[in-house]
T-cell receptor, first 111, second 114 residues
Framework: DAKTTQPNSMESNEEEPVHLPCNHSTISGTDYIHWYRQLPSQGPEYVIHGLTSNVNNRMASLAIAEDRKSSTLILHRATLRDAAVYYCILAVYNQGGKLIFGQGTELSVKP | KAGVTQTPRYLIKTRGQQVTLSCSPI?????VSWYQQTPGQGLQFLFEYFSETQRNKGNFPGRFSGRQFSNSRSEMNVSTLELGDSALYLCASSPGTGALYGYTFGSGTRLTVV
């Protein structure tokens, strides 16, 4: 199973942009890059996903390196509600619902 | 639009008993996956069902089983409960191939085995 590497923790200031990095050097052509976040006592929440091109949605942007071996989740203006554990996951197209979660990055946001 | 609904939210069982957890996916979603989350092991994939067929399975003992009904609702069963089965059990649904569409998770069922 393809693995991802993320920093254990990051800090941000409220209303500033946050860039959460993820390395996935063993990514293969059919692996989609997914990001989820989890608040305490809640299930993970979908943030964004992509294959090759950069993606934007109302929550965040996903910047994917040209060689696809790394990606960055961008929160444009961090709020206190963005404090969570962020998981970067490679989802294999032909393996259905199997997501391999790592330890994720715990993001704290300071007012 | 209703989200993924898991019932019950909390459950306390005794060692040796069995338990059944329920998951109702988002309307129109045909894929349901189950995960176990513990402080020590994190989030681990249990299995996935698509159109009533198990499509994928994680590395859990046979005491963990599941099924999916024709309306896409899913149940998972754990027999002969052990203390180590205490965990948050999460289900996630997707319209089809989750890698392509993304997954929506429920809030989970907190199972405590005593």
């Amino acid at each position: 199973d393809a693995k991802t590497t993320q920093p254990n923790s990051m800090e941000s200031n409220e209303e500033e942009p946050v860039h959460l990095p993820c390395n996935h050097s063993t990514i293969s052509g059919t692996d989609y890059i997914h990001w989820y976040r989890q608040l305490p006592s809640q299930g993970p929440e979908y943030v964004i996903h992509g294959l090759t091109s950069n993606v934007n949605n109302r929550m965040a942007s996903l910047a994917i390196a040209e060689d696809r071996k790394s990606s960055t989740l961008i929160l444009h203006r961090a709020t206190l509600r963005d404090a969570a554990v962020y998981y970067c996951i490679l989802a294999v197209y032909n393996q259905g619902g199997k997501l391999i979660f790592g330890q994720g990055t715990e993001l704290s946001v300071k007012p | 639009k209703a989200g993924v609904t898991q019932t019950p939210r909390y459950l306390i069982k005794t060692r040796g008993q069995q338990v059944t957890l329920s998951c109702s996916p988002i309307s129109g979603h045909r894929s349901v996956s189950w995960y176990q989350q513990t402080p020590g092991q994190g989030l681990q994939f249990l299995f996935e069902y698509f159109s009533e067929t198990q499509r994928n399975k994680g590395n859990f003992p046979g005491r963990f089983s599941g099924r999916q009904f024709s309306n896409s609702r899913s149940e998972m069963n754990v027999s002969t409960l052990e203390l180590g089965d205490s965990a948050l059990y999460l289900c996630a649904s997707s319209p089809g191939t989750g890698a392509l569409y993304g997954y929506t998770f429920g809030s989970g069922t907190r199972l405590t085995v005593v």
